[in-house]
């Protein structure tokens, strides 16, 4: 079931909570994760009886979950939540009860409220997509895949279902279109640094024979540079600091993956690059963008599909649980279409007036950009 769970920045420190503010932060965030489930609870005795028995679940667990191999998306799902979650907040809970054991803390209801700088972290969540899949008998040996989706960012606000449209588009490429799943390389949330987006690139382009097709998925926030260059934001980095990162530029992992051998490139980049967030939040600290972005031609042998035109919303589908633009492209693509110009009609109608459902200022406008 869905679920949101709150922790406070306090939870990645080194050292444990030493006021009743703190602790009682960190009771929230234990209230709020346990009680998502079937479990409600309604005592200090009964949470930390709970946190008990997953902490012995999570010591029977292999220690590396990137050692974890799965061939199922939803197993993909519940590694990157237990890895994310389990560790990060039922540790740091378990010793929070322990050291203040002796305060009068009141648990007698479950209405505790975290303050008001507590950090949302949306957990992935099981998607109520109604997508069929046409499934494909032919296997594309020597097609290979980089998917990347972020939703939980380290330094600013999250990209809301990011992470379950990775995991689709991954399924799309495995069922209908016939990508081995060892042909697939996938970075969520976490894993989604700057230096492994850099390594699995150039893996990428090692990997690509001359008649191998290459699918790029990106879904996370775009930043927009002074210079009006675009960057992908890894979940390591902040919009102020990610022009460090050159090899992060579209326009530079365009030319990357264009200058391999394979025949021909599918990107699709399900971000806008407006300097803002899904809520219209800044994503530069105190400064308003005014900033434009360049027009981006991509290179020879790419076809490029982006969320919108650079100065609108990338939005999310809270009814499919996925991004707005990945929604209606992956349902497109997994009835076998193959004529892209087919796909790109029906994504940009479906986008726009979803978009303007949630209002004007909502507008997206999908983008379909080929090389000549």
Known sequence: MPYIILYCAILFSGCSPTTHADFQNEMAMALAGINSGNTRITSQKQLASE??????????????????????????????????????????????????????????????????????????????????????????????????????????TAVEFADNSAYEYKKLL?????????????????????????????????????????????????????????????????????????????????KKLANSKAKKIFAVVDSCFSGKDDNGKLLYKGVAPALMVKNIKPPSKMTLITASASKEFANDYQEQKHRMMSYFLIKNMATGEKDIKNTYEYIRKKVKRASLQKGFGYKQVPQLIESD
């Open 174 to 254: 495995m069922t209908t279109y016939g990508l081995p799943e060892e042909n697939i390389i996938i970075l969520v949330n976490k894993k989604a640094t700057s230096g492994k987006i850099k390594s699995k690139l150039r893996l990428l382009t090692e990997l690509t024979e001359k008649n191998s097709k290459i699918y790029f998925y990106y879904a996370g926030h775009g930043v927009p540079s002074r210079k009006g260059d675009a960057y992908i934001l890894p979940v390591d980095m902040s919009a102020d600091d990610v022009e460090v990162e050159p090899t992060l530029r579209l326009d530079s992992i365009y």
């Open 51 to 156: 946190l008990a028995k997953n902490l012995v679940k999570q010591r029977q667990a292999p220690d590396n979950q990137e050692q974890v191999t799965s061939r199922s998306i939803k197993d993909e799902r519940l590694n990157d939540t237990k890895d994310t979650y389990q560790t990060n907040f039922q540790k740091r809970i378990a010793l929070a009860l322990e050291k203040n054991k002796d305060n009068n803390l009141g648990v007698n209801n479950t209405s505790f409220e975290p303050e008001s700088d507590a950090k949302v972290i949306v957990a992935p969540q099981a998607s109520k997509s109604n997508i069929q899949y046409n499934k494909t008998n032919k296997i594309a040996e020597d097609d290979f895949a980089l998917i990347i989706g972020i939703s939980n960012y380290d330094e600013v």
